[in-house]
């Protein structure tokens, strides 16, 4: 089981599975959105994710067609994000776990729009859009 919360710890959710893949996304909307270089984002199946408390404080906006981002309203915190064309999976933000992981990025994505000012230096593969 994994637990997670927003910064103000409104909203707490847990995880009764794994994690899916984990990715770099360092697209523009991601950078915005989290106010740094990239997100850090696993995969995670709907019915796995359950929140504890803060159904109330959870807003949601929709970034591009179809893309749905997911915050806490009180502190800004972003949980995750969805696709209405993929209901069944949501891309967790992992810098909102409060359990340990351990884990290992698949890839850099959308690495055709990072950030200028930022070097990637690790030998994990890197994709000028989505594989």
Request: aromatic share 8%; with cysteine; net charge neutral.
């Amino acid at each position: 089981m994994l637990k997670g919360s927003c910064l103000c710890q409104s909203v707490q959710y847990e995880i009764d599975s794994e994690l899916g893949p984990t990715m770099i996304c360092h697209c523009q909307n991601c950078r915005k959105a989290s106010g740094s270089a990239y997100a850090i984002n696993a995969a995670v199946e709907s019915n796995k994710f359950h929140l504890n408390t803060g159904e109330k404080a959870i807003a949601e906006y929709e970034s591009s067609p179809g893309v749905f981002r997911v915050f806490c309203q009180h502190c800004g915190s972003q949980l995750y994000s969805k696709r209405s064309t993929m209901p069944e999976i949501i891309r967790l933000r992992l810098g909102t776990l409060d359990t340990a992981v351990d884990i290992k990025s698949q890839a850099h994505i959308f690495v055709s729009s990072k950030a200028s000012w930022h070097q990637i230096c690790d030998d994990v593969p890197q994709f000028a859009e989505r594989p």
